[in-house]
């Protein structure tokens, strides 16, 4: 579970980084990950590594990712028994999370480069 309050996908004819969020007020939600041990030739004077890497799992876009991103958004896990059934069940039971949000679920909260506020 990688834990989120927004995200951007990438259009240059809408103006570069669309970001998504929830809400206006970007609750804090889930994206499915996997974490798995790759054991494969990454740089050859290094030669056979095992490696911890990750992926966010996919899916088709909702509405409202899909006018930016057609391609895939990230699958989104917003409650605990969803969360719980992602870690512990099996892939079979599992692999029906694998799907869009509903359309209007999500919405446009930002354009542009991220910018954070910090605290000094």
């Not at 970001?19 to 804090?28: D, G, I, M, P």
């Amino acid at each position: 579970m990688v834990p989120f309050n927004s995200f951007r996908e990438f259009n240059k004819a809408e103006g570069g980084d669309i970001w998504f969020a929830l809400k206006e007020t970007r609750l804090l939600a889930c994206f499915a990950a996997i974490l798995a041990n790759w054991t494969s030739v990454r740089k050859v004077k290094e030669g056979e590594t095992t490696n911890d890497l990750y992926a966010f799992l996919t899916t088709e876009p909702n509405a409202e990712v899909g006018a930016i991103h057609p391609k895939a958004m990230p699958v989104i896990l917003m409650r605990p028994g969803v969360v719980e059934t992602w870690m512990s069940a099996s892939w079979d039971e599992a692999q029906i999370l694998q799907r869009p949000l509903a359309d209007g679920a999500l919405r446009i909260v930002a354009r542009g480069v991220k910018e954070d506020q910090t605290a000094i």
